[in-house]
């Protein structure tokens, strides 16, 4: 079976895509969750992935790191990972990617906190660009392949890696449009999207860097954490 290594589920967002992918898709995995250390975890999670960073999925004598790689590899054994028709998988892949690699603004004015509502003291030009890019990216999605998830009828990836976007969305009291928003609460309704948070608020241990991101961005409103 599978292992999975991740980190603390109220922060992690990259471990969160893999980790809710496989448990959308009933795809058999073992969970090991490694608690972020403060100052760096780099030497504790070099114990398991080349890279220090989570997620890491573990297959007998394969090793696979990075959260987009770890889809492909699924996808290999488990098709359904991307869309069966050739031009949505193109699209989701393209969109999945580009939410891989981009919003540098979004990351790091709403880094990922499951537990918490913050009032930013702004939303930066930068910021509203990413957000706009979002919300014209699932609409393209959800139009050209007629919903309810991005590429079509099934979950696939693609909304696997927007997932923390949705819990920045709602965290940060953050607005698109209807039809956006109502993707948006979708996401969140999913079963696996639920646990996850469940997990997360149970959470007790805290990270400085993480916290120090909140305040540095905004104000807490609303703590719902252990």
């Excluded at 790191?65 to 069966?84: C, H, K």
Aim: charged share 25%; with cysteine.
């Amino acid at each position: 079976m599978y292992q999975l290594f991740i980190g603390n589920k109220n922060y992690s967002s990259w471990s969160l895509r893999p980790w809710l992918l496989a448990t959308q898709l009933d795809i058999p995995f073992e969970e090991e969750l490694v608690p972020f250390d403060e100052g760096g975890s780099w030497g504790k999670f070099r114990r398991f992935s080349p890279t220090g960073l989570v997620p890491c999925l573990v297959d007998g004598e394969t090793t696979v790191w990075d959260s987009l790689a770890i889809a492909e590899y699924l996808y290999e054994s488990f098709p359904r990972v991307w869309p069966q028709d050739r031009q949505a998988r193109a699209w989701a892949r393209s969109a999945a990617a580009e939410m891989h690699s981009g919003f540098s603004a979004l990351r790091s004015q709403c880094s990922m906190n499951c537990g918490v509502t913050v009032a930013l003291h702004e939303v930066s030009t930068a910021l509203r660009k990413d957000l706009d890019r979002i919300e014209e990216l699932w609409l393209q999605g959800l139009r050209r392949f007629g919903g309810p998830f991005l590429a079509g009828a099934s979950f696939t990836a693609v909304d696997a890696f927007f997932a923390p976007v949705a819990i920045r969305l709602r965290g940060y009291q953050l607005s698109l449009g209807d039809e956006a928003m109502a993707y948006c609460e979708r996401i969140l309704a999913l079963p696996g999207l639920q646990a996850w948070i469940a997990d997360a608020l149970r959470e007790t241990w805290r990270e400085h860097d993480h916290e120090a991101e909140l305040e540095m961005y905004g104000s807490i409103v609303d703590d719902r954490r252990a």
